[in-house]
């Protein structure tokens, strides 16, 4: 069976657009039904994560070994300089350790997956409910159990149950200043040591959870729906110290705002944490959130450019099946703009880096994609603001970021299995729609690995 052009066409936008690109001899197979075999990536999702992750793994014994580190250092500053330099040493070796495995893991687990698709999936609702590294050692030792848990099941489910996910987590409950939140009517703002303190309400989590997480900053919410979405957030934290076993989210009731509030004109009666989750119902449901969401998903995968009517079909698939990221990644893949040339999207750092392993063969450890990421502007799990990173068709295109990549698939590619020859590997990602230009510049390489460097970097891997 002969495979026209234009079949071929869309197979290599499937896997760029919907992908990290084209991979070796899958072309032809593709092209007989580009849009089935985007699709059928969703089909394939497992639940739970079919990855083995090591022991201990799991946010909660993650939090709970962080207080154990905090306590040691505590009890290390009473002993002198020396013992509590040595104390912060070895948190920050912990904890980088943790944080530089999951990375690992997580890059390793996009470069080999079979469903690149949702990798994608799970970068793009990582970046939407992002935690921040930066923000402090709490939140760096749980950013990768953050996306395993909260995020990665969900890609494929309901908004809803992955907003209560993302909710209750300690990573956003940390990142976002929960943990410090305090109703100042609440049991415990009435105490004379918290009075003192002057320890109150913090509106970050109620602030985002509006703006950022579901309805969008033109929604035409006011401050007092931020204000009353922090009263009824507060409560929501973690375990106690002396609870060493069982999950790590707990609603402290008294430190819960007393009382009924309105967001948005509707008015939550005084349940305490059902309180919450009542907004959560309604956040998740409201017809700005879906949009919100649609407008976010289009322009990350299609462009800045993407249509209205794409936008409208997304949006109205979410309201539809109340949420179904599934049904809305589905309608993403169905409509005709998705495949409407030209590409012209450069891949985030961190996909580049995806790619770089996929094409030389070669895994990448923690600490050289952490590294990667500085360079060009995006550590992992570490945005510089709770937006998250930019995701517009030129964020990347800083001066210097070209030569910088090329700097990066050079020494990769210098280091890649077996001296890969890139002109063959070219043939076999492309077949007969190999660029001519892209032909010539591979064999005017000088060297093997320059050969595949140049591949990396090439327009027809560097752009969906």
């Known amino acids: 069976m002969s495979i026209d052009v234009a079949s071929l066409d869309r197979a290599l936008m499937a896997q760029r657009r919907f992908g990290y690109g084209p991979a070796a001899d899958a072309?032809?197979?593709?092209?007989?039904?580009?849009?089935?075999?985007?699709?059928?990536?969703?089909?394939?999702?497992?639940?739970?994560?079919?990855?083995?992750?090591?022991?201990?793994?799991?946010?909660?014994?993650?939090?709970?070994?962080?207080?154990?580190?905090?306590?040691?250092?505590?009890?290390?500053?009473?002993?002198?300089?020396?013992?509590?330099?040595?104390?912060?040493?070895?948190?920050?070796?912990?904890?980088?350790?943790?944080?530089?495995?999951?990375?690992?893991?997580?890059?390793?687990?996009?470069?080999?997956?079979?469903?690149?698709?949702?990798?994608?999936?799970?970068?793009?609702?990582?970046?939407?409910?992002?935690?921040?590294?930066?923000?402090?050692?709490?939140?760096?030792?749980?950013?990768?159990?953050?996306?395993?848990?909260?995020?990665?099941?969900?890609?494929?489910?309901?908004?809803?149950?992955?907003?209560?996910?993302?909710?209750?987590?300690?990573?956003?409950?940390?990142?976002?200043?929960?943990?410090?939140?305090?109703?100042?009517?609440?049991?415990?703002?009435?105490?004379?040591?918290?009075?003192?303190?002057?320890?109150?309400?913090?509106?970050?989590?109620?602030?985002?959870?509006?703006?950022?997480?579901?309805?969008?900053?033109?929604?035409?919410?006011?401050?007092?729906?931020?204000?009353?979405?922090?009263?009824?957030?507060?409560?929501?934290?973690?375990?106690?110290?002396?609870?060493?076993?069982?999950?790590?989210?707990?609603?402290?009731?008294?430190?819960?705002?007393?009382?009924?509030?309105?967001?948005?004109?509707?008015t939550y009666a005084a349940t305490g944490q059902a309180q919450g989750e009542a907004l959560l119902d309604d956040l998740a449901r409201h017809p700005a959130t879906a949009r919100h969401i649609a407008g976010k998903l289009a322009r990350s995968f299609v462009g800045d450019r993407a249509p209205a009517d794409l936008i409208n079909s997304l949006a109205d698939t979410f309201e539809r099946t109340d949420g179904d990221l599934k049904a809305m990644a589905a309608a993403l893949v169905k409509h005709p703009a998705s495949w409407a040339p030209p590409v012209g999207k450069l891949v985030s750092p961190l996909d580049f880096a995806v790619i770089g392993q996929r094409l030389s063969g070669r895994p990448m450890t923690g600490d050289e994609v952490i590294k990667l990421g500085r360079t060009l502007g995006q550590e992992p799990w570490a945005p510089p603001a709770p937006k998250g990173f930019p995701d517009d068709d030129r964020a990347w295109l800083a001066p210097d970021s070209m030569v910088k990549r090329f700097d990066f698939a050079l020494r990769l590619a210098g280091r890649a299995e077996d001296a890969i020859d890139a002109k063959a590997l070219a043939a076999r990602l492309f077949g007969d729609r190999l660029n001519p230009d892209l032909a010539l510049a591979i064999g005017r390489a000088a060297t093997r690995p320059e050969a595949l460097a140049t591949l990396i970097m090439s327009p027809d891997m560097q752009l969906r």
């Not at 609440?186 to 950022?212: C, H, V």
């Open 27 to 266: 072309l032809t197979d593709i092209a007989r039904d580009p849009v089935g075999h985007v699709l059928a990536q969703l089909a394939a999702m497992a639940r739970p994560d079919p990855l083995t992750t090591p022991v201990d793994s799991d946010s909660a014994s993650l939090f709970r070994q962080f207080r154990l580190l905090q306590r040691s250092q505590k009890l290390a500053r009473t002993m002198g300089v020396e013992k509590a330099m040595e104390a912060s040493k070895a948190m920050r070796r912990a904890v980088n350790s943790r944080y530089a495995s999951d990375v690992a893991m997580a890059t390793g687990r996009a470069a080999n997956s079979p469903t690149p698709f949702i990798e994608r999936l799970v970068g793009f609702w990582s970046n939407h409910f992002c935690v921040s590294a930066l923000k402090g050692q709490g939140v760096r030792i749980l950013a990768g159990a953050y996306e395993r848990e909260a995020i990665r099941p969900h890609v494929t489910g309901r908004f809803r149950d992955m907003l209560g996910a993302v909710m209750h987590h300690p990573a956003m409950l940390l990142y976002l200043d929960n943990l410090n939140s305090i109703g100042p009517n609440s049991p415990t703002a009435m105490k004379a040591a918290y009075r003192r303190r002057r320890a109150g309400l913090n509106e970050n989590l109620g602030r985002e959870l509006l703006e950022l997480h579901t309805l969008g900053v033109r929604a035409g919410y006011s401050q007092a729906d931020v204000t009353n979405a922090a009263r009824i957030l507060t409560g929501w934290s973690v375990a106690p110290d002396h609870v060493t076993e069982g999950p790590i989210f707990a609603f402290d009731d008294s430190r819960h705002e007393p009382g009924a509030f309105a967001v948005m004109g509707k």
